[in-house]
Structures are given as structure tokens and as C-alpha cells.
């Protein structure tokens, strides 16, 4: 079943807060063989806030997403600055475009990972390949 | 940092393990069993464990802090997502060798085109970044 049209430009609720502690930092460090060195986190470590971002949208009963279904087609980062630890971070995910293609759902998502004082840290942009029934 | 237009970056080979995705799982919250139960991965069609797309694509950061000699120096960072890297159930792993290129140096940064590959075969598609000037 594809996911309804209306998902398009939608936006979904900021994430809940999610703070950086180090023994985070140095776990996501180790377990990408990354040097966390005190200062920035490991430049990919933001997709823990986006992923719960895009988790809450393919769980939202509304969208009619099958989990299994989906699978991480591209993702892009731009950073502000680096997320360093003690960081308070929310993610808000925006669906900015929606195609279907061969039975596919392609869906375009953008997620503004923001600090404590709402000042911009990193925009995850990820695409979601949402593979319908007989694709 | 000082890296010119044309310069070759020093390769560099990683190997991931099983082991290594079961730690990833745990510290990215991507728990889907796809990259770590043998029977979920070929049930839909996968030939066997996969590593994470987004463990591949630290792996090319890992790389990016290594040639800019500190942390913190990525202002973008993407690719696709296109061929899967088959993790075998021994000790041994699979080898991740991530490359780079300088292609323009801006006012906004030097900018990286990247590969990333497995067993000779790119496994990333346009895989780029740039780093702080």
C-alpha cells in the first residue's frame, strides 16, 4: 500500500531532547573505530537524534509505513558546528518530497537537529525507499 | 590542514566485523536485525548480515578525520546508499578501503569526492564531503 499523498510537506513534532553525555559520545566513538578526542563528536553520530526523527515518522499509524519495508536509500549532513558533549538536542523532521516509482514510495526527508537555545547544530537529510507489496 | 586541488588522500582499509555491528546497533539505537540475524537478512532476500548503511558512511568520516588531522572539521557530508557490504560470521570481517580526492578548495571548505569499497566493488554512490578550510 503507498503511503498517503498528503504525507507530502507535512511536518512532524520535535523529538524529544536528547542530551549528549560523554559515555555516549565515546561509545558511538568506539564503535566506529573514531577518535574522540574531548572536543566535536564523530561527524555522523547526529543520525541518533535524526533517527528517532525518521523512527517516529514510520511509526506514525497515520503514514502507513511497513518498517520492514523500508530500507536508507541516500543521506546527506550540513553541519552549523559540531555536536560536542552536554549538547541538548532536538531533531524536527519535515517530508519535503514524496514519489512513487515501480510500486516504490520515495520519501524525501529533511531533519533540523537544533540546541537547547533552538540555534541550528546539523540538517540530516535522509531518503526513505519504502518497497511496496510486489516491488 | 593544508590540502591542494588534485591531492590524492591516503587510503584508508577498515575491517568490520559482526562484532562491530552488534556494538554499532547498540550506540546508533538501529537495532534492525538485518545487521545481525543471519535468518532476518536472507528471509527478504539479503545474501547475509549487512553492515549498516550509516556504520559505512561513519567509517568515510573516520577517514575524514584521519586526512584533516582533528575532529570536528566536516561541514557536509553524503551519499547514497547503493551496494550492500556483506559481513561474514568470523573473525575475520570484511574489509571497508575508503579513498579521497581534493576536487576544489572555496571560501566554504575543500571539497572530498570520495570511495568507499569492499572486495574491489564501490559500495557508497557519491560519496562526498567538505571540510573546513
Same mark, same amino acid.
Given at each position: 500500500m503507498a503511503v498517503d499523498a498528503s504525507l507530502a510537506g507535512r511536518t512532524f513534532p520535535p523529538t524529544p531532547p536528547y542530551t549528549v553525555s560523554e559515555e555516549r559520545v565515546a561509545e558511538f566513538a568506539r564503535a566506529t573505530g573514531s577518535t574522540y578526542d574531548?572536543? !566535536?563528536?564523530? !561527524?555522523?553520530?547526529p543520525i541518533v537524534v535524526a533517527f528517532a526523527a525518521m523512527t517516529a515518522l514510520m511509526e506514525d499509524p497515520s503514514v502507513g509505513i511497513a518498517l520492514h519495508r523500508v530500507v536508507h536509500g541516500d543521506q546527506r549532513f550540513t553541519y552549523t558546528r559540531p555536536v560536542v558533549v552536554g549538547d541538548v538536542l532536538t531533531a524536527t523532521l519535515t517530508v519535503d518530497s514524496l514519489r512513487q516509482i515501480g510500486g516504490a514510495d520515495i520519501i524525501g526527508t529533511r531533519s533540523e537537529i537544533t540546541d537547547a537555545e533552538g540555534l541550528p547544530v546539523c540538517t540530516a537529510f535522509a531518503t526513505l525507499v519504502h518497497r511496496g507489496e510486489d516491488a | 590542514m593544508s590540502l591542494s586541488v588534485g591531492d590524492e588522500l591516503p587510503e584508508q582499509t577498515y575491517t568490520v566485523t559482526r562484532a562491530a555491528l552488534v556494538r554499532y546497533a547498540g550506540a546508533s539505537?538501529?537495532?534492525?536485525?538485518?545487521?545481525?540475524?543471519q535468518r532476518v537478512a536472507t528471509s527478504v532476500g539479503l545474501p547475509g548480515v549487512i553492515a549498516h548503511g550509516m556504520y559505512t558512511l561513519a567509517l568515510a568520516a573516520r577517514a575524514l578525520d584521519t586526512w584533516a588531522g582533528a575532529t570536528g572539521q566536516v561541514r557536509e557530508l553524503s551519499c547514497k546508499f547503493t551496494k550492500p557490504v556483506v559481513v561474514p560470521d568470523d573473525e575475520t570481517g570484511v574489509e571497508v578501503v575508503v579513498r579521497g580526492t581534493v576536487k576544489n578548495v572555496t571560501d566554504e571548505g575543500v571539497h572530498i569526492a570520495l570511495e568507499v569499497t569492499s572486495g574491489g566493488e564501490k559500495v557508497l554512490g557519491m560519496p562526498k564531503a567538505v571540510l573546513r578550510a
Open positions: 574531548g572536543h !566535536a563528536a564523530p !561527524a555522523t553520530f | 539505537g538501529d537495532f534492525n536485525p538485518i545487521h545481525w540475524s
